[in-house]
């Protein structure tokens, strides 16, 4: 049976359906100079979310000769915390579970949209100051609007179709993708992303964070973002990040919401987490929430019994569904 470190939370129904296959679950957190000393080496697997960083010294001193370690799993889907290629070379398999926080993500990102268009928080924050704003908070529909998705993987199809019983019109860039895919979800599917900026006044950030996506939208984009609706309506020009931090260029954000370039702006993820000291967060046409895209009671189940599949799966001889390097199994 494995022995498996759980060190971001986990499930409790996942946890105790792996302890009740034979299987040793560890609940601890580790510094990081604790997991770059091998304190992984004395497990089979490990469990991660956003906030552990398995570094290419975590990998080597934790698997191989140096350790046990033979499984990397991120409950949840982005993996940038993850050397993949180290894990790879070392022979240390990659999971993820790619579906089951899609639904609590399409919803957040919808609440943000609605909450830019709606001047909801502001709202709440002025009246909360004693301000009852009624006649500054006049705000505008999304019927009518171009919605720019910038990646259309899961959750952005699925903020997609919601967006398009709203009223809204789709467009992505996506060039991983096949045209056929964006046809069927009723998405105009462009070459370059500029075009894309260029023709929408609502942007939703759904890719992965890598060197290539790092700051993707960046000041000179925003300015192309036209602030007039296909309906003729002056929207304003809004963007909103529900995937990774780092994709928006969050000094050019808070730059572009100065100037009154963008109108509003919702964040969920930022470059630097805890976002406590970033000035952006005070901004008044600003609203973010705390990385929370996954955390609702249904996700977080959802997770973890995607997970322990996948664990069980693996020190059964079977390879996991969800595994990111299959090539070493």
């Known amino acids: ?24 679950v560890v609940l601890q957190h580790y510094t990081h100079d604790e997991l770059e000393s091998g304190v992984l080496s004395e497990f089979d697997a490990v469990v991660i979310r956003s906030a552990t960083k398995i570094t290419e010294v975590v990998i080597k001193n934790s698997s191989g000769r140096n350790g046990n370690l033979k ?59 004693g301000e009852w704003a ?40 996506d060039p991983y993708l096949p045209a056929e895919v964006a046809a069927d979800e009723h998405c105009q599917l462009h070459d370059e992303i500029d075009e894309v900026f260029r023709l929408c006044t609502h942007i939703s950030i759904h890719c992965n964070l890598t060197d290539e ?21 002056p929207c304003g020009n809004h963007i909103v990040n529900c995937a990774r931090g780092g994709i928006v260029d969050e000094v050019a954000l808070l730059e572009a919401l100065e100037s009154g370039t963008i109108a509003s702006a919702a964040l969920d993820v930022f470059e630097e987490e ?9 901004h008044r046409n600003f609203h973010g929430t705390p990385h929370i895209g996954a955390a609702t009671s249904e996700a977080q189940s959802r997770i973890g019994d995607e997970m322990a599949t996948l664990l069980i799966d693996f020190f059964n001889g079977r390879k996991p569904k969800s595994m990111l390097n299959p090539e070493i199994f």
Request: charged share 20%.
């Open 71 to 129: 499984l990397i799993g991120r409950a949840g889907v982005g993996i940038d915390n993850i050397d993949l290629s180290i894990a790879t070379n070392s022979k240390v398999a990659v999971c993820n579970t790619p579906s089951a926080s899609t639904h609590a993500v399409v919803e957040l990102t919808i609440g943000h949209l609605l909450a830019c268009a709606r001047h909801i928080t502001t709202g709440d924050r002025t009246l909360r100051e």
């Open 213 to 233: 996506t790092h700051h993707l939208v960046n000041a000179e984009r925003m300015k192309m973002m036209p602030g007039v609706g296909i309906d003729n309506v």
């Open 134 to 173: 009624k006649k500054q908070l006049r705000g505008t529909e999304l019927s009518g609007k171009r919605l720019g998705l910038i990646g259309f993987g899961r959750i952005a199809q699925g903020v997609g179709r919601v967006a398009r019983s709203l009223g809204m019109t789709l467009h992505t860039y």
């Open 1 to 24: 049976m494995g022995r498996i470190a759980v060190t971001d939370g986990m499930d409790d129904n996942a946890v105790n359906h792996l302890r009740e296959m034979g299987h040793e």
């Open 274 to 282: 805890p976002a406590l000291d970033n000035p952006i967060v005070q």
